[in-house]
């Protein structure tokens, strides 16, 4: 089957992408033929392969009309959406999380923009699956926001420090010293949404706060967004305690991967027993992430399909 597609001479060059890196991610996809002679992209293929192209191409034209930067992983986020779902790419990529500098924050796969309505919806969201899946990154996008526009009055980030397998008293340097390698992530994603001026003033202020876990005890968060990052970490008693300084007018989200354990036994995590503690209350919502989520390098989606595969593997 072979078919045309006429595009507006304004975007071709947007459309295409540097040295044609758009058309060549979507020849990849679809494994048929795909080329551009000035305004009009044609296919050949097999029909499904071509009908597909063409969902794509209408797709990625409508997101370059709302503003959206076009690239190789837009191609590859689009043609997934499309795959899952049967349902419309421009819908889910539409969902502006956060802008900052002209780059615009959103979903990239359907169980993200599942995630973002539940991070919208619910007062405690659970997201749980492997790195790279923007479990963190989209629920900091939200938080920063909700603080912009005055709909909460502080982000607290808190991981639990454990990875290093020493107690932070023994640590050198001073307190943010000590703390700096557990919470170094979350700073560097925080850089990407704030300038760096306007971040040092919110954090003197004690609008943003971040702290390890250990710092929540005894404390009641109102008025609060609030995120437990690598909460595969916490033992089942650090939990419960987060969770219950959850405040007025406040919100809580939980992200971990319970593949990444580093607790001397991976069965008494918090993040895993969770689940069934808290599965069946109300305005308490569970996402499940897995390896097709993963927006990073494409190799980093078949690395974790690989280690999942080899790990059922060695329980049978």
């Known amino acids: 089957m072979k078919t045309t597609r006429e595009i507006d001479n304004d975007i071709v060059a947007e459309f295409t992408g540097d ?9 990849q996809r679809l494994g048929c033929d795909i080329g551009v002679r000035g305004n009009v992209i044609s ?31 837009t191609v590859e986020s ?6 899952e779902s049967s349902g ?53 996008a939200l938080a920063v926001s909700e603080l912009l526009s005055k709909r909460v009055n502080r982000i607290i980030l808190t991981r639990p420090a454990v990875e290093a397998g020493e107690k932070i008293g023994f640590l050198p340097g001073t307190m943010l010293e000590k703390v700096d390698p557990y919470l170094r992530p979350l700073f560097d994603a925080l850089y990407d949404m704030v300038e760096p001026d306007r971040l040092t003033t919110l954090m003197e202020k004690g609008a943003i706060e971040v702290a390890p876990l250990a710092f929540m005890r005894g404390r009641t968060l109102n008025d609060s967004f609030i995120i437990l990052d690598e909460a595969q970490n916490t033992s089942p008693e650090q939990m419960k305690m987060f969770l219950t300084r959850l ?5 809580m989200v939980v992200t971990g991967d319970i593949t990444q354990v580093d607790l001397p036994d991976a069965r008494f995590s918090g993040l895993v027993t969770v689940v069934d503690i808290l599965g069946e209350i109300s305005d308490i919502s569970f996402i499940n992430f897995e390896s097709k989520d993963v927006v990073r390098h494409k190799l980093v989606q078949k690395i974790v399909a690989a280690y999942k595969q080899y790990s059922g593997g060695q329980h049978q």
């Open 43 to 73: 296919l050949e293929g097999e029909e499904p392969e071509v009908e597909r192209g063409l969902a794509i191409i209408e797709e990625l034209l409508e997101l370059i009309a709302a503003g959206h930067v076009v690239n190789s992983e």
């Open 247 to 251: 405040g007025f007018g406040s919100r």
């Open 78 to 83: 689009v043609g997934s959406v499309i795959a």
């Open 88 to 140: 419309r790419a421009a819908e889910v990529f539409g969902d502006i999380v956060w802008e900052h500098r002209g780059r615009k924050i959103v979903p990239k796969t359907i169980n993200q923009k599942k995630y973002v309505d539940s991070l919208r919806g619910s007062t405690i969201t659970f997201a749980i699956g492997p790195a790279g899946t923007g479990k963190t990154y989209l629920a900091l």
């Open 19 to 27: 040295h044609d890196t758009n058309l060549k991610a979507l020849e």
